[in-house]
Each structure stands twice: as C-alpha cells, then as structure tokens.
C-alpha cells in the first residue's frame, strides 16, 4: 500500500446561502483547492464526494459547473461523516494504486430544510415517536452530570473557550466571545442544554486534493500525510447502554492510535465533533487525552485551548463554525492540515507536527453513533 | 435457493402504536414487545428478527410495567407536527430492554434511576391534527 498526502485544500464559510444552489455552493472551494495544489483540473483521477441530505448526484453537479466531469465519481452518504467517509474512500483509492490524484468534496445546503434541528430518518422508531438530536445530546449530557457532578455552568464553559478560538478564524460563522452567563440566558432547546450549547447548521463545502506521497513534492513543497483513516460503525444495543461514554469513538479512537502507530500524547492539535457542548467533554476522554471524568479539569486548565498541551478545536469547532452535516468531517481536514502547514494565523498551534480529526453521525434508535470516521495526519 | 418473501408486516413506527404494540389485562396497560425463541434475548419495539442471534423464531412477550428512569430531557425545538415542550426520555425494564418514550408528571420532580411505571397517554398530534396515541411513563408512586 502507498502512502498518501493532502496537497491542496479548499473551504467556503459556512453561512446561510438560501439563494445559492448546492453545484455553487461547490465550485468555489473547488477552484481554490486545485490552486493550492498547484495541481491542473485534468491531473484528477477521480472524485468522492460526500453530501448528507444534498440530494442525488452532488459530485456531477458541481463538476459539471468546471466543466470536469467524466472522471468517475462516487458519492457517499453517511450522515455526519460523509465528508470523512469520502477522505476514506479517496485515501484507499490512491493507496491500493488505483489512482495517483484524487479530489475529496463534503458538500451541503441545509437552509432549504428552513431551520430547526437536522431532519431525520422519520422510518426510525424513536425519530417518530419525538426524538431530536439536541435530545438524544442532552439526555447523555444530563446522565453525565450526574455521575461525575459537572455542573450547568462548567458546561456552558465549553462555548466560552469554543467562542474565544472562533474569534481567531474568519471562517467561523460565530466569532463573537462569549460568557457563561450568556451561553445560561439563551433560549432552551433541549433541558440542559440552551441555543449557545448547540452547533448552528448552515450550509458550505470543503475540498481536499489527494496524491500519492511519491508524487506529493511534484506539486508542493507541504504536503500532509495521512497517517491514518479509520471509519467503524456504532453496534446496535437494544438494552443498556451506558451513555456517558461514546462508545463507537472509544473504539475507534484505539483502533486509528494503532493504524498511525501513535498514542494520544503524541497528538498537537485536535478538531472533533462538539456537535453540543458536553460531546467535546466526553471526547477528550474518549481519545485518551484525560481520564474518564476529568473533562472539565482538562478544560479548565486551558491545556485544550490555544497555548495548552493538547488544543482541541482551534477553529472553533461546530459550535461556532456551525455543522453543514456532510462538510463537517472534511472542513476538519482542512483546518488539520493547514494547521500542519503551518497556515492558521492567530490561532496557529506552534510546531504542529501531528493532528486528528473526528466526526461522527447518528440518528438512529439502538446506536449510540452510526458511524464514527477518525484520521490523523503527520508532517 | 428458495424463494424470500418479504418479512410478516409489523406495523412500523409510523403508525404509532396500535393494539400490536399495547397489552390490557387485569394489572393495567403493558407494552409488547418480543422474546427470541432461541437466545431468549427481548426486544422493544417489535422488528420480526432478533438482533442477537437473526432467528425470525420469536414470540410476543408481554413486558413488565415498572422500570427506572436513566436519564431524560425537555425538548423545546421540534419539528412540526410536535408541540413544545414534551418530554422523553429511556426508562430500563428488567431483562436488558431500554425503552424510548415520552414521560408524564411535573419533570422538575424526575431524577436520574427513580422508579416509573408505564401509563396509556396521548403525545403529540397527527398530520391531521388529531391527537396521537402513545405511552408515556410517570414517576411510581412511592
């Protein structure tokens, strides 16, 4: 198997575009991606593109904008990982051989759903009978304070620290800092969790170029190893399941470790999937970065912010650069990467030699998670 | 290879919950589940197949009343034709079976692991407007 790097990323704010149709939504991204690569639109192999709820055939539409169909295309749906489960799918592409270039999309238009939580699966039992994501989110987070006595306003913390990076990233839809006596004074949504503790959806795209590592140097003197990409789906439980724990990323997690040839010590900088405040709780521990129930002293610490031992989220993450379901995973990889390349200003981890992403979907009665899509990258 | 016909229909979620799902008998309204025939394994809501061991060998077992409350949330922000604020939450009944379901009661008095016991409720609306049967849990009286 041949190793493989990123060599060219691209990224559009996520925002609320009601007017601008998905394929458009795409190409801008695109464009910047194959001139950071300092690739040509004919040296692409293939595309995987990932989109969650953007309809049939996302890849043809926005190539067919550039005038670059006919390659093949493959797009991916799996919820929240779709983007990430893309990269998977282009980083087997170049490794088996297949291919030496190949271009990554994660691509979404959530305003057409008009607001309100991501729309579900309305077949799935608990989807039918009420349930909502805040909801499912929440009711782990309750259980959690229970059993390890983190209070509403250590929780409310977690947008504070989201917001003090986000001010850091114009790509961030919500760059204004915060307190946690405003994140508390917003408007409930799912008891406990108030509108600041939620992610805000949007809609975007994000573009990643792959190529073989041999070739990498060709194109650019930064390339970015992909020292791992791991995708497991979550096992279905239909009894007890203890929910203050992420299972599925608990698993991955060790799995990915392992395919790098890492722990978590070794990692610089972190983006994973805070899609509400208390996940980016119990994903400090699920990737080992703490031990379970010392999140919050981790937080509190500041050794997961900017200038800490282990930064997780630099850009701000979902809850302040909103989660266009699909881009989530590879806008990650962007973020990763150029923090790798060095490229990310004011909130640029000094000497970030190894980074992870996480994104995760779910929805679905008897999982904890669908699916859980984990990578690492090393310079 | 024998021909595969599609499985018995069980009514699914979307018609909320029918007599398939609800027993009434002399200790009250209980919900009916399934009970695998080869590895014992009881499942809630109903599917026709065993997700322990893929037997289709199962039978209706009728599930107990009283379980614990494991967490719960009030939900503030749902699609239409929901009406805000509802509440829901997982109650555990014995042999490892974890229920979603909307709770009844003033949700200031619920705490993590206390009892509740089942009860017939109406929650939410149909698409035409009529209300939806369900169930709900409500603490046990102590």
């Given at each position: 198997m041949r190793n493989v790097s990123i060599i060219g990323t691209g990224l559009l704010k996520f925002g609320k575009y009601p007017d601008i149709a998905l394929a458009d939504l795409g190409w801008p991204a695109v464009k910047q991606a194959i001139s950071d690569a300092g690739i040509q639109p004919g040296d692409i192999d293939a595309l995987f593109c990932g989109t969650g709820l953007g309809g049939p055939m996302p890849g043809q539409r926005i190539l067919g904008r550039l005038g670059m169909a006919g390659i093949p295309i493959i797009n991916v749906e799996n919820a929240c990982s779709s983007g990430s489960s893309a990269l998977n799918l282009g980083q087997m592409a170049i490794a088996s051989g297949r291919h030496d270039i190949v271009m990554v999309i994660g691509v979404e238009k959530l305003t057409k759903f008009n607001g309100g939580p991501i729309p579900l699966e309305k077949e799935d039992w608990e989807v039918n009978n009420g349930l909502v994501m805040p909801a499912l989110y929440a009711m782990r987070a309750r259980r959690y304070m229970h059993e390890f006595g983190l209070t509403k306003e250590q929780l409310a913390s977690v947008v504070v620290k989201s917001r003090r990076h986000a001010a850091l990233n114009?790509?961030?839809?919500l760059q204004a800092e915060t307190t946690v006596e405003e994140v508390l004074g917003s408007r409930m949504i799912a008891d406990p969790f108030t509108l600041y503790q939620c992610c805000p959806t949007g809609d975007g795209a994000a573009v990643l170029i792959l190529c073989a590592e041999e070739l990498a140097r060709k194109y650019t003197d930064k390339p970015v190893r992909v020292a791992a990409s791991h995708i497991v789906s979550g096992e279905f439980v239909g009894g007890f399941r203890d929910m203050t724990s992420p299972d599925i990323t608990v698993r991955c997690a060790q799995q990915t470790y392992e395919e790098a040839g890492i722990g978590p010590e070794d990692v610089d900088v972190a983006e994973v999937?805070?899609?509400?405040?208390s996940a980016e709780l119990m994903y400090y521990e699920a990737f080992g970065f703490c031990e379970r129930g010392e999140a919050i002293r981790l937080l509190e610490s500041g050794d997961s912010s900017l200038g800490g031992k282990i930064p997780v989220?630099?850009?701000?993450g979902l809850l302040s650069k909103g989660h266009p379901v699909a881009v989530t995973g590879a806008a990650q990889v962007v973020e990763v990467v150029r923090q790798l390349q060095g490229r990310c200003g004011k909130r640029q981890v000094e000497g970030a030699k190894v980074g992870l992403t996480h994104a995760t979907g779910g929805g679905i009665s008897g999982f904890d998670h669908g699916v859980c899509a984990i990578h690492i990258f090393t310079v | 290879m024998t021909a595969l016909n599609p499985p018995t229909l069980i009514p699914g979620a979307n018609p909320g919950l029918s007599k398939e799902f609800l027993h009434t008998g002399r200790e009250g309204m209980a919900l009916v589940g399934q009970r695998c025939a080869h590895c014992k394994t009881v499942l809630f809501p109903k599917t026709g197949i065993c997700p322990s061991c893929q037997s289709e060998d199962l039978s209706d077992e009728v599930l107990p009343r009283q379980g614990t409350l494991y967490s719960w949330s009030v939900v503030h922000a749902a699609p239409k034709p929901w009406v805000t604020p509802y509440v829901i939450g997982y109650v555990d009944l014995p042999e490892n079976v974890r229920v979603f379901t909307h709770i009844g009661g003033d949700p200031e008095q619920l705490r993590i692991d206390m009892p509740v016991v089942l009860e017939a409720a109406d929650v939410g609306f149909t698409k035409e407007g009529a209300p939806r049967p369900f169930f709900q849990f409500v603490p046990a009286a102590a």
């Open positions: 114009p790509d961030a839809q999937h805070d899609a509400f405040t989220n630099p850009s701000g | -």
